[in-house]
C-alpha cells in the first residue's frame, strides 16, 4: 500500500471525514501504520485487552469506527485512556496490526493536538517532564541524590568520560523513595561484581516511554530524545544497563527508530549473563515460594521471560511457582502508557483495578513473594496487597534487591 | 508638631471587623509603643454602630460613613482613601495582605507616591524609622527592608499578631465623619456578596484541623478524614492541589491563597510540607505530621512525625479515639 | 475587543535558591526562571474570554530567554499578538518599576481589558495590577476567579474571592486591570509540538523603552527562614504510633 494515499474501503453509505482521512495518512507515514487497515474484525484484541470489558470502543471496534469515516466517536470515548499498553493485543494480533503504539498512541496524538479530553493528571505529568526531565517535578539537579545513601561509589559520568557500562537508571530509580532501595542494591550488585559502570546523573532526563510516546505526547518524546542521544553521544561506553523496562523499551524500539541505534540490556538479562558468578556470592538463603510477574515492557514487548526467572534460581532457598497468567499471558500491573497517572480516572470505570487482581493471583499461588523487574510496580502491587488485606501473605520485591540481600550486601525486604 | 500615626485600615464584613484588622492593631500598637506614635483604626462603613464602641487597641477610631461604603468597592474606599491619608498624613499605613488590602495597595501608592513593602511578617520601629520583614517566594526566603524617612504603606500578613493584643480593655475615641469625596458614577458597582454553601465553615475558628495533602490519593479515602475530624470535635482542611482536583471547597484551603490557621491541633497527612501551605499553619500549638517520606519539610515544621502510611494510621485512630469518647 | 495579558517570569523553587553574596538578591546564576503562576491563570481567562466573545490578546512577557519561551507557549495557546519585555535582573521582583515602564506602551494601545495575575512569588511591592491601573487611571479589582462580558463589552462582571469562601460579585467599566486569582478553568495543555513550532514561527515584538527611575524599596537583606528544628519522630507500627498520639491529645488537652 502507498504510504502516501490510503484508501478507505467504505462501508455502504460511509462518507469519510477529513479529521478520519487525516489520522490514516498520518498513520500511513509511520512504520506499520498501513496495516490498522488490514484489520480483520476477529475481536482477539478487544478479548484479549485486560480492560476491554470496559471500553465501548475497544481495538476492534476502534477500527471498524474508521473505516466507517467516523473518527469523531472515538474523539468523544473515554475508551482511549483506558489503555495501559500492555502489548497483549498487537502480540495476538493474526495481521499484525500495531494497535497500541500506532492505533492508540496515534489517536492520543490527535486528541493532544486538538485539545480534546486531555485528562489533567496527564497534563501535570508531561509538563512536569518537559520542564524537569521526570514527571513527579523534581529538581533535575537532584537526580543523583540517591547516590549519596548508596554505600558504595557511583561515578557519574561527566561529558568526555568512559565506562564499560553506562547504567541508565530512570526517574523512578532515582526519585522514587520507594524505588531508591532496590537502585542502591543494584549499584551493590555491580560494585560486587567489579562491573566498570557510570550513571549520567543530572544529565539523564525521562526516557519518555511511560509518560510520552504512548500517550501520544510525541513532540516531548521527541525533545527527550534529542536531549538524551545528546548526551549519550558525548560519553563513551560499551554497553547500556537499564533498570527500567520502559526506559529499556524506549531504546530497544524507539531510539533505534528514531536513529541512534543503542547495546542495551535490562539489568535482568546483564546479571543473568553473570548467573554462575552471582551463584558463586550467595552468602545468605532467601527461602520462599516466590511467583514472577512478568513486566509487559520487557516479555511481551521485547521477548525477555527467561532472565529474570534465572536470576531468581540463583537466590539459595528460592522455590519458583508461576501464576496461572504467565509470561506472554501475564496480566498487566495497569501502570503502563501513562496510565500510572490515570488510576483514578480509570478506576472509576473499572470493577477491580488491575494491580489487585494481579495480587490476588499471586497470593493465590502460595507465593509469600512477588518478584518483580520494573519500578512502577513496587508501588502499585504494595497499595494493592494494603487494599486487598493481603499484608501478612504477600511481600513485593524487585528482582535486585531480592539478589542483593541474598548476596549479603543489603538487609531484608 | 503633629504626632507621628499609624494608620490602619481595618476590614470588614457583615458587621464584623476581620481578625485582619486586629492583627494590624496589634502590629501597629508593636510600632507605635515604643517611639510614643499614635494609632489610628480608620474604619470605611455605612453603619458606624457595629464598630464606634469596640474596645481595640488604638488611640482613636475614625469612621467614615457612606450608604456606598457598605460593601468593599475597591474604587470608593481608593477616592475616600486618598483624601483621608493626604489630610492625615502618617508615617505608615498598614493594610493587610488579603484580597482586600491587595486592591488597595497599588492605587494608594500611586495616588499618595508612597512607597509599599508587600508581604510583611513583623515591622519595628528602629534607629527613627522602619525595618520592615517580608516573605517571599512562597515563604522560601526573608527580606528585610528598612525605611528611614518619609511614609510606607505596609501590607500585613494574616497570622502574624495576635488578635487579642489588638484589643484592649477601654475603649479609645471614636469620630464619625462623612465621605470627603462624592462617591456617585463610580467605573466599579458592587452587585451583592455570595455566601459559600452551607455545609461549608472557617477553618480559621476550628479548634482542631485535620489537614489532607496529595498523600490522601484519591477523594475516596477523604471520607475516613472527615471520619477522624468528626472524632477530634474538628474540621477538614487541606493543600491546594487537593482544592483543584475539587475534592474540598476552595474554603478549606490553608495556605498562601488560601486560609492562615493557629489551631490547638494541626494533623497534616499525606501534606509535603511546601512552603506555600506551611505559611498558612506553622504558627498553630502542636503540629502532627503524617507522611511516609522522612524528609518531607513538612517535618521542619511539625513538633511531632511518623512515617506510617496515613491510610493505615487514619481508621485505627478514629477507632481509638472514639472508644476514648463514647466509652 | 482588545485583551491585554502580562506574563512575568519568576524564580522556580523546585531548585534550591542560593542567595548572592552581597546578600541582596538572589545569585543570578543561581536562577532558574518559571512563569508566574497567577499569571498563566489571567491568559487563560482572556483566552477564554477569546473563545467567547471574539476578542484578540495580546501577551506581554517580561523577563529574560524564559519570557521568549513563554510567548511561544502562549501562541501555542492560541495568543494572536506576542511582546517581548527585555527586564534585566535587578529590577526583577520590582512591579513599581515594570508598571512605570509598560505605561506608555499600555497608554497607546488601547486596550478593553489588561489581565494579570494578583501577585507574582517574588514581588516585595503591591500587586503590578492595582499600580498599572492607578497609573492608567483605570479602575482596578483583583482576586478573581470570574469574568464575564456583557454583550456590548463595555462592562465586566467579576467574581472576587472574599475570606471564608465567600465571593463579591462587582461590575467593572472597561476599560479597566483586573487581577486573576485564578481563571474559570485550569491552564490548558499545549502539545510540546505546537509550542516548538510556535517557537520557530516567534518573531515578538520587543519594547525597547528607556527604563524609568522609577523603583520599589530596596531590599538590605535576603535571608533563609531558620528553621527552628526537626520533629520528634514517633516509632512503632501503626496501633503503637495511635496510641501514642492519643496519649499527646489527652496531656494536651484536645480529648
Redesign the interface.
Known amino acids: 500500500m502507498s504510504p502516501e494515499s490510503l484508501s478507505l474501503e467504505l462501508e455502504p453509505g460511509g462518507t469519510p471525514s477529513d479529521a478520519t482521512s487525516e489520522f490514516l495518512n498520518r498513520m500511513g507515514r509511520l512504520p506499520g501504520g498501513e496495516r490498522i487497515l488490514a484489520c480483520i474484525q476477529c475481536g482477539m484484541c478487544t478479548g484479549l485487552c485486560p480492560l476491554g470489558y470496559a471500553m465501548d470502543f475497544g481495538p476492534r471496534k476502534m477500527i471498524s469506527a474508521l473505516r466507517a469515516g467516523r473518527i469523531d466517536d472515538l474523539y468523544r470515548s473515554e475508551s482511549l485512556w483506558l489503555c495501559v499498553a500492555c502489548f497483549n493485543c498487537t502480540l495476538r494480533c493474526p495481521v499484525g496490526v500495531p494497535l497500541s503504539d500506532r492505533l492508540i498512541a496515534g489517536m492520543r496524538v490527535d486528541l493532544l493536538e486538538r485539545g480534546v479530553g486531555v485528562p489533567p493528571e496527564l497534563q501535570a505529568a508531561f509538563e512536569r517532564t518537559f520542564r524537569y526531565g521526570n514527571p513527579f517535578g523534581e529538581s533535575p539537579k537532584k537526580r543523583d541524590a540517591w547516590t549519596k545513601g548508596a554505600g558504595v561509589d557511583v561515578p557519574v559520568l561527566h561529558e568526555g568520560d568512559s565506562a564499560e557500562v553506562l547504567w541508565w537508571v530512570g526517574c523512578f530509580a532515582s526519585y522514587n523513595k520507594r524505588n531508591q532501595r532496590d537502585t542502591i542494591a543494584l549499584a551493590r550488585i555491580l560494585r560486587a561484581l567489579g562491573v566498570d559502570f557510570g550513571i549520567l546523573g543530572p544529565d539523564e532526563r525521562c526516557s519518555g516511554d511511560i509518560p510520552c510516546s504512548a500517550m501520544g505526547e510525541e513532540g516531548l518524546f521527541g525533545d527527550l530524545y534529542r536531549h538524551n542521544s545528546g548526551q549519550l553521544a558525548k560519553r563513551k561506553f560499551k554497553e547500556i544497563l537499564v533498570g527500567d523496562p520502559h526506559a529499556f523499551n524506549a531504546f530497544n524500539k524507539e531510539y533505534r527508530r528514531l536513529g541512534t541505534p543503542l547495546d542495551v540490556h535490562h539489568y535482568t538479562q546483564f546479571l543473568a549473563e553473570r548467573a554462575p558468578e552471582l551463584e558463586r556470592r550467595m552468602k545468605k538463603p532467601i527461602t520462599a515460594l516466590v511467583t514472577y510477574h512478568d513486566a509487559c515492557c520487557l516479555g511481551r514487548r521485547n521477548g525477555e521471560y527467561d532472565a529474570p526467572r534465572t536470576l531468581l534460581e540463583t537466590i539459595p532457598g528460592v522455590r519458583l511457582v508461576e501464576m496461572p497468567r504467565n509470561r506472554e499471558n501475564a496480566l498487566c500491573c495497569g501502570g503502563g502508557g501513562g496510565a500510572n497517572w490515570l488510576d483514578s480516572y480509570i478506576w472509576q470505570r473499572v470493577r477491580v483495578p488491575l494491580p489487585m487482581q494481579r495480587v490476588q493471583e499471586a497470593a493465590k499461588t502460595g507465593a509469600q513473594i512477588l518478584a518483580v523487574s520494573c519500578p512502577l510496580e513496587i508501588p502499585r502491587f504494595e497499595d494493592a496487597i494494603k487494599t486487598s488485606g493481603l499484608e501478612r501473605r504477600l511481600q513485593v520485591r524487585e528482582v535486585s534487591h531480592m539478589l542483593a540481600e541474598a548476596m549479603g550486601l543489603v538487609e531484608g525486604g | 508638631m503633629t504626632a507621628r500615626e499609624v494608620i490602619v485600615i481595618a476590614e470588614h464584613l457583615g458587621g464584623e471587623l476581620s481578625d485582619i484588622t486586629l492583627e494590624m492593631l496589634a502590629c501597629a500598637r508593636d510600632v507605635a509603643r515604643t517611639i510614643g506614635w499614635r494609632v489610628t483604626c480608620l474604619i470605611l462603613a455605612d453603619d458606624p454602630e457595629p464598630f464606634k464602641a469596640l474596645p481595640l487597641a488604638s488611640d482613636r477610631i475614625l469612621i467614615v460613613k457612606d450608604p456606598v461604603l457598605g460593601s468593599f468597592n475597591p474604587t470608593a474606599y481608593i477616592r475616600v482613601l486618598i483624601h483621608m491619608l493626604k489630610e492625615l498624613s502618617p508615617q505608615l499605613i498598614l493594610l493587610g495582605n488579603t484580597s482586600v488590602g491587595m486592591d488597595l495597595a497599588g492605587p494608594l501608592s500611586i495616588g499618595l507616591n508612597v512607597p509599599v513593602a508587600s508581604g510583611c511578617v513583623a515591622i519595628r520601629a528602629a534607629d527613627g524609622g522602619l525595618v520592615v520583614m517580608s516573605r517571599l517566594l512562597g515563604g522560601k526566603l526573608q527580606a528585610r527592608t528598612e525605611v528611614l524617612k518619609g511614609t510606607v504603606i505596609a501590607l500585613l500578613l494574616p497570622g502574624n499578631y495576635s488578635r487579642e493584643v489588638g484589643m484592649r480593655d477601654t475603649l479609645p475615641t471614636a469620630e464619625i465623619r462623612p465621605s470627603p469625596e462624592p462617591l456617585g458614577a463610580l467605573p466599579v458597582r458592587f452587585l451583592e456578596l455570595v455566601e459559600p454553601k452551607m455545609e461549608d465553615i472557617d477553618v480559621r475558628k476550628a479548634a482542631v484541623l485535620v489537614a489532607a495533602g496529595r498523600g490522601i490519593q484519591s477523594k475516596e479515602n477523604l471520607a475516613a478524614v472527615e471520619d477522624l475530624a468528626e472524632a477530634l470535635g474538628g474540621a477538614v482542611c487541606s493543600t491546594r492541589p487537593v482544592v483543584d482536583q475539587g475534592w474540598l471547597p476552595r474554603s478549606r484551603q490553608i495556605g498562601r491563597s488560601g486560609m492562615t490557621v493557629k489551631p490547638r491541633l494541626y494533623l497534616a497527612l499525606g501534606i509535603s510540607g511546601a512552603p506555600e501551605h506551611v505559611e498558612g499553619m506553622k504558627d498553630s500549638e502542636l503540629i502532627v505530621a503524617v507522611n511516609t517520606d522522612p524528609d518531607a519539610p513538612i517535618f521542619d515544621v511539625a513538633h511531632y512525625g511518623t512515617t506510617v502510611d496515613l491510610l493505615d494510621l487514619v481508621p485505627v485512630l478514629t477507632e481509638r479515639i472514639r472508644n476514648l469518647r463514647g466509652g | 475587543m482588545k485583551i491585554a495579558v502580562i506574563l512575568r517570569q519568576?524564580?522556580d523553587?523546585?531548585?534550591?535558591?542560593v542567595?548572592a553574596e552581597s546578600g541582596r538578591s538572589?545569585a543570578e546564576d543561581e536562577v532558574t526562571y518559571?512563569t508566574n503562576e497567577a499569571d498563566e491563570h489571567a491568559l487563560e481567562q482572556a483566552l477564554i474570554l477569546k473563545a467567547r466573545h471574539g476578542a484578540k490578546v495580546s501577551v506581554l512577557s517580561v523577563g529574560g530567554d524564559e519570557a521568549r519561551d513563554a510567548l511561544a507557549t502562549a501562541t501555542a495557546k492560541g495568543a494572536e499578538d506576542a511582546i517581548l519585555v527585555p527586564m534585566p535582573f535587578e529590577n526583577r521582583?520590582d512591579?513599581?518599576h515594570l508598571?512605570a515602564l509598560l505605561t506608555p506602551e499600555m497608554k497607546s494601545a488601547g486596550y478593553d481589558l489588561i489581565l494579570t495575575g494578583?501577585?507574582a512569588?517574588?514581588?516585595?511591592?503591591?500587586?503590578?495590577?492595582?499600580?498599572?491601573?492607578?497609573?492608567l487611571f483605570l479602575?482596578?479589582?483583583?482576586?478573581l476567579i470570574c469574568v464575564t462580558l456583557d454583550p456590548s463589552g463595555s462592562v465586566a462582571?467579576v467574581?472576587?474571592?472574599?475570606?471564608?469562601?465567600?465571593?463579591?460579585?462587582?461590575?467593572?467599566?472597561l476599560p479597566?486591570v483586573l487581577?486573576i486569582?485564578s481563571a474559570e478553568q485550569?491552564p490548558?495543555?499545549?502539545?510540546?509540538?505546537?509550542?516548538?513550532q510556535a517557537k520557530k514561527a516567534l518573531q515578538p515584538k520587543v519594547l525597547s523603552v528607556p527604563a524609568p527611575s522609577v523603583a520599589?524599596?530596596?531590599?538590605?537583606?535576603?535571608?533563609?527562614?531558620e528553621?527552628?528544628?526537626?520533629?520528634?519522630?514517633?516509632p512503632g507500627?501503626?496501633?503503637q504510633?495511635?496510641?501514642w498520639?492519643?496519649r499527646?491529645?489527652?496531656e494536651?488537652g484536645?480529648?
Open positions: 519568576v524564580p523553587v523546585v531548585e534550591e535558591l542567595i538572589l518559571i521582583g512591579n513599581h508598571a494578583l501577585s512569588a517574588d514581588q516585595r511591592d503591591a500587586g503590578l495590577a492595582g499600580l498599572l491601573a492607578a497609573r479602575p482596578y479589582v483583583g482576586g462582571t467574581r472576587k474571592e472574599f475570606p471564608g469562601g465567600r465571593l463579591g460579585v462587582l461590575e467593572v467599566a479597566a487581577g486569582q485550569p490548558r495543555y499545549v502539545p510540546v509540538s505546537k509550542v516548538s520599589g524599596l530596596p531590599i538590605q537583606r535576603l535571608l533563609k527562614p528553621a527552628a528544628g526537626k520533629a520528634e519522630m514517633v507500627d501503626v496501633e504510633i495511635a496510641d498520639i492519643v499527646l491529645l489527652r494536651r484536645i480529648v
